[in-house]
């Protein structure tokens, strides 16, 4: 069955600096991968995915992933974040049900706390 | 276009009692779901609706039932709430997964339920 780690439950970034969070999969097939924000009382919006093709992927907001496939992994990265960047982030592996629609298995989160 | 509405916004409940959270999309997509987030856990789904007139279990269906109304509307129905099913409630829409990879699902803003 498919799974998805996220290691960090909490990173405090200072506002500019630089962010990486972590994201490793388990699926025995080809993944398509997902990166979604939460604000406070939200729902999630996605900010990237990636599916094939260049392992590199670029998002909204300035965000970027990079598909890892020998590492399993799926880290989001952001050269220089934003106090509007604070939120919670999921990672998430998409999978087709036997209907033929997508099916998400989630992460648990990385709270994203940004300090001036 | 709103998107996908979810009602109400929050409830209260006691044990016990029944309630059916609402969920609408105005995209025109096929599929429909249900998750529920609580702290430290993601998301998890509950049930999913791949088209209209189908429905499945996802990972936690246990004391849920669901009701696809048409396309456009997806509800959940707690018949006997518990304490354990004090949560957020998010439903979701997505189309088909399509040849040029997987499609994003789109989310409602929640509901926040307390079963006392």
């Known amino acids: 069955a498919q799974s998805v780690t996220q290691p960090d439950i909490h990173i405090t970034v200072s506002e500019g600096a630089s962010l990486e969070l972590r994201c490793n999969y388990s699926y025995g097939a080809t993944p398509y991968l997902f990166w979604y924000v939460q604000s406070p009382g939200q729902g999630l919006q996605l900010l990237l995915k990636?599916?094939?093709?260049?392992?590199l992927v670029q998002g909204i907001k300035g965000f970027e992933a990079e598909f890892k496939r020998s590492q399993s992994s799926f880290n989001l990265r952001k050269p220089s974040v934003h106090w509007s960047d604070a939120a919670e982030y999921f990672c998430?592996?998409?999978?087709?049900?036997?209907?033929?629609?997508?099916?998400?298995?989630f992460g648990t989160g990385t709270r994203l706390t940004i300090i001036p | 276009n709103a998107g996908v509405t979810q009602t109400p916004k929050f409830q209260v409940l006691k044990t016990g009692q029944s309630m059916t959270l609402q969920c609408a999309q105005d995209m025109n997509h096929n599929s429909m779901y249900w998750y529920r987030q609580d702290p430290g856990m993601g998301l998890r789904l509950i049930y999913y609706s791949a088209s209209e007139g189908t429905t499945d279990k996802g990972e936690v269906p246990n004391g849920y039932n669901v009701s696809r109304l048409n396309k456009r509307e997806f509800s959940l129905r707690l018949e006997s709430a518990a304490p354990s099913q004090t949560s957020v409630y998010f439903c979701?829409?997505?189309?088909?997964?399509?040849?040029?990879?997987?499609?994003?699902?789109?989310f409602g803003p929640g509901t926040r339920l307390t079963v006392l």
């Open positions: 998430a592996v998409g999978f087709l049900s036997n209907f033929g629609n997508e099916k998400l298995t």
């Open positions: 990636y599916f094939s093709g260049d392992t």
């Open positions: 979701a829409s997505s189309e088909v997964r399509l040849a040029g990879g997987p499609n994003e699902q789109f």
